[in-house]
């Protein structure tokens, strides 16, 4: 079982480019999120989807894109790269009755 | 190298001590709280949960208690070991699926 699974590890942009980050679960977990975690603070929660086709906003959603065509499959896409963007990425799943399942992660610079 | 876990408030143990690791949650309607562990480069790992109608739930070595009336969880670990060294997380559930999560506590373990 591989649990969630995020691509790429790391990766460097630059400013205005856009890039999505790849997040899979092979659990059938219906609920599914991206996090963004920033030095001295928590994971803010960005986009959540809580089953396939639905997705809705988060804490901090601006300048992130999401969507749920299957239930396995959550990808974010950033549409125009900022330095403010630059931080490490968490996707999770759960099913509605379990806690989440945190992927391995995402550190996204941009430049 | 750490880029996550700068600045958080630090707890410092000796090995085979007990720690107590503290959180405020903001929401009283929250009804599901969770510890997660952090190690470095890693995502968050659950440690253990408790649901509003219980005030304490014990795992193997971990213990969570819940004060509703302060809006307080803590973890206690007994018999602290070098591998417990992590940052941890509380976060809180209030019925949409949107978890909220604390800041963090860095706890460091001294031989």
């Known amino acids: 079982n591989a649990g969630v699974t995020q691509t790429p590890k790391f990766q460097v942009l630059k400013t205005g480019q856009s890039m999505t980050l790849q997040c899979a679960q092979d659990?059938?977990?219906?609920?599914m999120s991206w996090y963004r975690q920033d030095p001295g603070m928590g994971l803010r929660l960005i986009h959540y989807?809580?089953?396939?086709?639905?997705?809705d906003q988060g804490e901090v959603p601006n300048g992130y894109n999401v969507s749920r065509s299957t239930t396995e499959d959550f990808p974010l896409r950033l549409l125009s790269a900022a330095p403010s963007q630059t931080s490490v990425y968490f996707c999770?799943?759960?099913?509605?009755?379990?806690?989440?399942?945190f992927g391995p992660g995402t550190r996204l610079t941009v430049l | 190298g750490e880029s996550v876990g700068l600045h958080l408030p630090t707890l410092s143990v000796q090995e085979g001590d007990n720690s107590i690791i503290n959180c405020a949650y903001s929401?009283?309607?929250?009804?599901?709280f969770i510890w997660y562990k952090q190690e470095s480069g890693k995502g968050p790992q659950f440690i253990i949960d408790?649901?509003?109608?219980?005030d304490k739930r014990q795992g193997q070595r971990v213990t969570v208690l819940l004060n509703k009336t302060v809006k307080h969880l803590s973890l206690q670990i007994a018999a602290t070991q070098p591998g417990d060294s992590a940052v941890y997380f509380c976060?809180?559930?209030?019925?949409?699926?949107?978890?909220?999560f604390g800041t963090g506590t860095r706890l460091k373990v001294l031989a």
């Open positions: 999770a799943s759960s099913s509605y009755t379990d806690t989440q399942y």
């Open positions: 659990m059938n977990h219906e609920y």
């Open positions: 989807s809580v089953g396939a086709g639905i997705t």
């Open positions: 929401n009283s309607a929250s009804d599901y």
């Open positions: 408790i649901r509003s109608n219980m």
């Open positions: 976060a809180e559930m209030g019925g949409t699926y949107k978890y909220i």
